[in-house]
């Protein structure tokens, strides 16, 4: 048997949405957005940033009810636009978020104890690793106790810092900087497809993915603007841009005694969320170029009684481990929301090749994606082409290997098992 149990209904779904957006993006990305775009700016690069996930979300929610397979954009590009769509966008997604999960591994570690950051962000990945491995259910499980943590110390924040708040005044925000602070803020935004890349194990897929993926959004969207408001009326955009930890000064501001402590310690257990769920996403992505021989046919493996693809999870473990310890990757989170934006522009340009109606949703994602990315830090722009040259260059290379050799000598592709559904 070569397919993933489905096991999650409408609420796990929506839980391990909010564990991949709530994270350690809500922590840190309003200070960057703030230097770039100011006040004013910031929340209208909140809005703008929301506008481009909910189009993204919107055309992969229709997708992933028509592709109910793991892999998510790397699947939908394969089927409506070609392989080398697809593989783009797999090899983005691979790449870019085992290079996050290594960077949210080190958030938490630096929260928690500075001088130990990478022991512990070791002993992270490998604990949140053999959660993974143990199956599906356990990480939604583990999951919705972190988002009600993370919910919990975000509403702290709001709590003790509205008390604090000032007017906020208008400052006219140069539109470069709108664009720039909107592709920071995506960064937050960019994990509500990890409902999509698990669609294999999704119950009902056609009427669970398409409720689940605009709920979890939503309701992240919602939480992202009112912190941002009062983190705003607290600290001002001066104050709020200089800071490199802005909801623990938000808290510090409030002269309540240890709150600046929990909202550190709150910012390392979203970050662990954000961790668990890339681990569980990029292993589903690997295991589905695997299945059609874009990765190594052997880590298309589905463990026989925890039905989890248990070689690609323990291969994204271990790569994480290597970058943690060896790189700081830190700078890896520009390039990585390049190759994040890409692969969302792929799934709109998929989801405009559906029939029916709704060209306008997926036209304004395709568009907005590839505004945000070029919009980003020149130096994250050439760093995440480059690793999507890299790519598209593996990709012809291989074309032209298997051009060479006999189609006899290919081991089979589980997918043309089954009949395709592209129309």
């Known amino acids: 048997m070569t397919t993933l149990e489905r ?34 700016g910031l929340l209208a690069a909140l809005g703008l940033a929301g506008l481009i996930a909910f189009c993204n979300a919107t055309s992969s929610a229709r997708l992933a009810a028509r592709y109910p397979e793991s892999g998510g954009t790397y699947v939908y590009g394969r089927e409506r636009l070609g392989e080398f ?11 870019g978020k085992t290079a996050s999960c290594a960077a949210m591994a080190l958030t938490a570690g630096l929260y928690l104890a500075p001088a130990a950051a990478r022991p512990i962000a070791v002993g992270l990945v490998v604990a949140l690793t053999a959660i993974n491995l143990a199956g599906v259910t356990k990480t939604a499980r583990v999951t919705r106790w972190l988002v009600v943590i993370t919910l919990a110390v975000l509403l702290l924040v709001v709590a003790v810092g509205l008390p604090r708040a000032r007017p906020i005044g208008f400052d006219p925000p140069p539109p470069t900087g709108v664009l720039t602070a909107a592709g920071l803020m995506f960064f937050a935004f960019a994990g509500y497809a990890r409902i999509a890349t698990l669609g294999e194990e999704v119950r009902d897929p056609e009427r669970t993915i398409p409720r689940a993926v605009p709920l979890a959004l939503g309701a992240v969207l919602a939480v992202y603007a009112v912190v941002a408001v009062t983190a705003l009326a607290v600290l001002g955009p001066s104050r709020l841009a200089a800071t490199s930890a802005p909801l623990a000064a938000v808290a510090q501001a409030s002269g309540v005694p240890g709150t600046g402590w929990l909202v550190r310690v709150g910012a390392a257990v979203a970050a662990v969320g954000v961790l668990l769920a890339l681990l569980a996403g990029v292993a589903r992505t690997t295991l589905a170029m695997a299945r059609r021989r874009d990765l190594p046919a052997a880590l298309a493996s589905i463990h026989p009684a925890r039905r989890v ?13 290597a970058l943690v310890v060896l790189a700081d990757v830190r700078g890896a989170i520009g390039f990585s929301s390049v190759t994040v934006l890409v692969y969302y522009a792929i799934a709109n340009a998929s989801a405009l090749t559906l029939p029916g109606r709704g060209r306008v949703i997926p036209v304004v994602g395709l568009v907005g994606c590839l505004v945000l990315a070029a919009s980003l830090p020149w130096r994250s722009v050439v760093a995440g082409v480059g690793v999507l040259a890299v790519g598209a260059l593996w990709f012809t290379a291989r074309r ?13 592709d589980p997918s043309e098992t089954t009949p395709s559904r592209r129309s």
């Open 85 to 95: 769509a697809g593989y783009l966008a797999g090899w983005g997604f691979v790449v």
């Open 309 to 321: 693809p248990h070689r690609a999870q323990l291969l994204i473990g271990a790569v994480v481990v």
């Open 400 to 412: 032209f290997m298997i051009g060479t050799t006999s189609p006899e000598s290919l081991p089979p």
């Open 7 to 40: 096991r999650l209904g409408v609420g796990d779904a929506v839980v391990l949405g909010l564990g991949s957006m709530l994270g350690a993006g809500v922590f840190v990305v309003f200070a960057p957005a703030a230097a770039a775009a100011g006040g004013t």
